[in-house]
Structure formats: C-alpha cells, structure tokens
C-alpha cells in the first residue's frame, strides 16, 4: 500500500482548525489534527510545502519509521510547529492501520484498561454565586470532575472565564486583544471561591484550577498550601515550564498536586518533570506532542515515576485529536483524566464522529481507526479568519506570562 495523496484542510466552523487527510492507492484514508491556535498557517505550510512532497509514496504502514524520519531527518528538532506537523501525520497513519487491521485504534494500543474515560468540564463565570451554578450544571449532566475558574475582584477581565454561552473561546480578533493581572487580588480571592465550592458540593467532586503560568514557583507554593483544605485533584500550569527545575519550589511547599504540560511538543520538555516526580499528571495532547507514537513514549516514561496523564482537551483541539486522544486514554495503565470541552454543532458537523459521552465519561469509538473524519465539502463552506489568543499585562502595562 502506498500514500497517494496528502490534503491539509483549513476551515473554521466556529473556530480553525488544520487537518491532515492521507489517501492510500487502496482508497482507505486516514485523518490527523495539525491545529496550533493562532499559529494555524505556519503548520499548514509546514505540512503542504515541507512534509507532504515527501509522503507521497510511502509506505503508510510503516509509522514508527514515518515518525523517525520526519523527527530526525529534518535536522530541526522540536518545537510546537513541527511536532504539531508531525503529530497529524503520525495519527493519520494509526487511523489506516486500524481501518487496514479492521480494529479501533485503542485495540493496536494494547486493548481496554478501563472502562470509560473520566472526563472533566469547565465551570467558569464572573462571581463564585454563578460559578456555583455553572458547577451544579455539570454535576447534573454526571459529570465527576470540574475545573473551576471566575473573575477576580477589582480586575476586569480574566483569560480563561467563558462569557458566551456554553462554547469557550478564547482565541478571538486577529490582532491580540488584551487582558490584565494582578497577582495580589488573584491569590486573596481563589481560596475564597475553592472554600465555598467544598462547603457546596463536598468531598466526593473532582475540582481542579488553572493558573495559565500566572506566578512564580514561590508565589504557586503559597497558592497551593492555601488550597490544601479544599483537596483539589490538580493545580495546573502553576508557573511557565520552560525552566523544569522552577517545580522543585513548589513540590516543597504544598501537598497540592501539579499538572503541567498543554504547551509541551516532546518528552524533553517534561523527563526533569517526571523523573525527579515534580508534578502529579502531565497533559501533553496528540496534537502537540508528536501525535500518538511520541504520546505514548511521553506516558510510558510517565507510568515509571508515579505521574497520571491529564490530556489537554480544550475547543482548539479537533474532534480528530479528541477521538485519538481517547484511544490512548482507554489502553494506557495510568490514565488520569481527560479535558473535555464540547465542540460547537458546526465543529461536530465538519468532524463526523463516534466517540461518546456518558455519565461523566467519554466512550472511543468501535469503528475500524479513530472513529472520526472529516466532511471536505462541509469544510470549505467555513473559510480560515484569523484569530488569536489575548495578551496579557500586569495592572501598570507590563506584559506577563499566562
Ligand atoms: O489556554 O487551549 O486547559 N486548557 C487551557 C486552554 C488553553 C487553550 C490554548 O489554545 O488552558 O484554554
Ligand atoms: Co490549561
């Protein structure tokens, strides 16, 4: 079997996002996400003028050494735009091997470890009243865990709270618009919010924060001991990674557990992390750490030193991540909780799809491969508009890490 054609598709039904499709000259096709938001053209071209001359002719079995050559053989190694490239063409050849092998990608992985996948939604709203509410919403619907965010007091709008109904966006004009910080008020108020939670909704629900790489690691260890009372499941994105060792701090101070890793593209931005046993669950994705193969390599490592996966799963990340991330969720030994944020109807209509949600859980899909595809006729009634992410300051201008 060979690969006859590579398509990268670029359409926006309510958001962007990049897809890879490959064909094989058997007619069987295989679907990988590439989206990067923001930066979504850089990897479309990384795909059409770097990576799919070079595909064309291979041999779509042969993914491990796919991996390898587009990893090594570009002499330019890592980085979000590349590991993103390769991360679609890495899924888009497990979704053929499985419809090849007549078997969900899940049972090449090793089979079923579990029974579903625990999933955990997003409570968000301006004061701890409506939060409360919001959380009471996911509770109904069985959901078993929620990460809880709301504005602060005194500061006017907060990255990472919803304003528009049920889909979150955060990527919004083509230039960036901007938000502000304030660290004090930040970390006067989120104890507040996490004390009335537990009192609401006691020790059975799953509650995880947040902080977008708001603070330093001293600043991240007073947050966490001040939340020990409350037992949240994680504390996410305490402080920027790009320094590993800044984690040791942390894990000094609070029995809070740590989650870190949306931002991560491969295993050497998170193996000090890992190794020295500095965080609780790493959320690297599908899409932007080298697709299924190097995922997998990034649990394994993970399995060894006590730390549980916590997939990224926000709206930016297509149906066609969600559906591959769930086929590793299911099959590795130490899954820990997947982020599921529901996709607007106009994204699900693009992404046919069979994957689940039931009772706090997503279900992969049984179908031959991932279980998902993508509508190419569907797709190019919604054209690309550019969006990007918020930047954001500190109260006198400075910008700031988030
Ligand atoms: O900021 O997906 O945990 N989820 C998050 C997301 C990310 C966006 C970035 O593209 O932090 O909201
Ligand atoms: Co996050």
Redesign the pocket.
Known sequence: MRIVDARVVVTCPDRNFVTLKLVTDEGVTGVGDATL??RELAVASYLTDHVVPALIGRDPARIEDTWQYLYKGAYWRRGPVTMTAIAAVDTALWDIKGKVAGLPVYQLLGGRCRDGVTVYGHASADTTDEVLVDIAGYVERGYRAV?VQTGIPGVAAT??VGRRGPH?E??DSAIPSETVWSTERYLAHIPTVFSRVRDEFGPGLRLLH?V?HRLTPIEAARLGKSLEPYALTWL??PVPAELQEGYRLIRQHTTTPIAVG?VFNSIWDCQALIREQLIDYI?TTVVHAGGISHLRRIFDLAALHHVRSGS?G????SPVCLAAALHVDISIPNFGLQ?Y?RHTEATDEVFPHTYRFADGYLHPSEAPGLGVDLDEELAAKYPYRPAS?PVNRLEDGTVHSW
């Open positions: 938001n923001g990460r990255y990472g979150y955060p990527a947040d977008h996410e994105d949306e959320r990224h926000a709206t930016d990340l982020e944020m992410l």
